[in-house]
């Protein structure tokens, strides 16, 4: 396997910072947050402020590549927020991908809402079609995230949608901090339901707490090796499966400092499973 880090987790960083702080602590690639806001001044947040953020533009992603090509680190893949449908977005992120070499982009389901589950399904696996079609053009796998509050938030919702794909087209992320909030399989079980759509991993943590006043528990981000999850048992499936590609750490947890946190998870995932060494070597 291999360790990246998403530069979604690091909003307090530029690219910059990021690129020079993950090579640091042993990563051996970065997969990049892409949206049209890329952070500004004042306290930093993950989803409105987030400073480790590329521009959907082609100079962006150039000088991302300059900076991971620099030292020595792989560009994992870019994460966007095409929604369903918008199969001109997929395009130009694909697009982008080519430009950065990174061989994959982060897609989501459609959200839950009030249309029903059978029709954003149908909507979905439509749509992954021919994003498949897409990918098989520009050479860059479109991967689906198990994510919360969209109607894949499992490894058996996900595997509905692109199960009729071919596997190098279009894969699946498989995210089991994601489903600590929604979706819960066993790992096994997980595993076994992706099978050859199983492209890409994300690890973080987390862990429910009582809402002030009573009612229902809330779920925070929590650091790597202090949550819901085994990751180390998580890891140790992964490799008894066969499994030889990414696991990017995305941890939302903000317990430690950026630096502090990149250093600690990888120290912590490479002291539980066996990592390749970092070659700086394109995926």
Known sequence: MRLGVCSACLP????????????????????????????????????????????????????????????????????????????????????????????RIRLWAPPTTDGGFHQALGQAIAFFGEVAELAGRFGVQALLEMHQRTICPSAALAKQVVKELPPHLVGVIYDPGNTVVEGSEDPRLALQILGEHLAHVHLKNAAFERAEGGGPWRHRWTPMNDGVLDVPAILRRLESSGYRGWVSVEDFSTDRPPHEALAFNAAYLRGHATFEPTTGERA
């Open 12 to 103: 307090e960083l530029t690219p910059h910072q990021a690129t020079e702080a993950a090579a640091a602590a042993g990563y051996a690639g970065v997969e990049w947050r892409v949206a049209a806001e890329t952070g500004s001044q004042g306290p930093a947040h993950f989803l409105r402020n987030n400073r480790c953020t590329l521009r959907p533009r082609r100079d962006d992603i150039r000088h991302a590549r300059k900076l991971c090509d620099r030292v020595g680190l792989a560009v994992v893949g870019l994460s966007g927020y095409v929604q369903v449908g918008d199969l001109r977005g997929v395009e130009q992120l694909m697009s982008l991908a080519a430009e950065a070499g990174a061989p």
